[in-house]
């Protein structure tokens, strides 16, 4: 999956960073980063097929026809998934073609990296929980000590977890961009969060 969910809006910061380098494309124009800043988008994200769709189409345009062959569903399914995304803007008809009589569609992403508002947004609706998604696909990896993960708690004020978070947001977009190849597909889940209730020291360095 492609879709980075809940990320903060840009940081006064961001514009100090330097230009990504360039990535191949998938085949047709796309933006580098969307905002999802309306309710029909966030619900739009919040199906798992959905985020599947976009992540197969940042390897190229395709179909419906070909996108419900990639993921085992049915073409009227996938269709509606597909018609769901285009009405939230964000995938996009790149080209057609004429197959016996009948106008084929050929659908892209409209950015290459989808990401969601929240500072200013609390009222958006929540989309699927990544980490729920990536702990079932990374079962049969533990398994295979094929499962490469780390979990960190530290303190910090809001500001600073914004900026770190942007860091991590690059490192995605970073991923993103790395040309599709070989037999095996990885999977890459990333998040900052609060916590409540996690263990804190006492004032004083304990001396």
């Known amino acids: 999956m492609t879709v980075v969910s809940s990320l903060m809006e840009h940081h006064p910061t961001d514009g100090d960073r330097p230009p990504a380098a360039p990535a191949p494309p998938p085949g047709y124009e796309l933006a580098d980063r969307l905002v999802v800043t309306r309710a029909e988008q966030v619900r739009a994200l919040a199906h798992p097929l959905r985020t599947t769709v976009l992540g197969l189409l940042t390897e190229r345009a395709a179909s419906v026809a070909e996108l419900a062959q990639a993921t085992g569903r049915a073409k009227g399914t996938v269709a509606h998934h597909v018609g769901v995304l285009h009405r939230a803007g964000l995938v996009q008809v790149v080209r057609t073609r004429r197959v016996r009589a009948v106008e084929e569609r050929f659908y ?12 200013g947004q609390e009222d958006l609706p929540t989309d699927q929980n990544d980490f729920a998604v ?8 533990e398994g295979q000590h094929r499962l490469w993960s780390f979990i960190r708690h530290a303190r910090l004020e809001p500001e600073r977890a914004d900026e770190f978070w942007l860091r991590i947001r690059d490192l995605v977009e970073e991923f993103d961009r790395l040309p599709r190849s070989g037999d095996t597909t990885y999977g890459l889940a990333v998040g900052i969060y609060p916590v409540d209730g996690y263990p804190r020291l006492p004032s004083g360095d304990g001396a």
Do not use: H, L, N
């Open 134 to 141: 990536a702990a079932a696909e990374s079962v049969p990896a």
């Open 108 to 119: 892209g992403r409209v950015a290459r990296t989808v990401t969601i508002a929240v500072r």
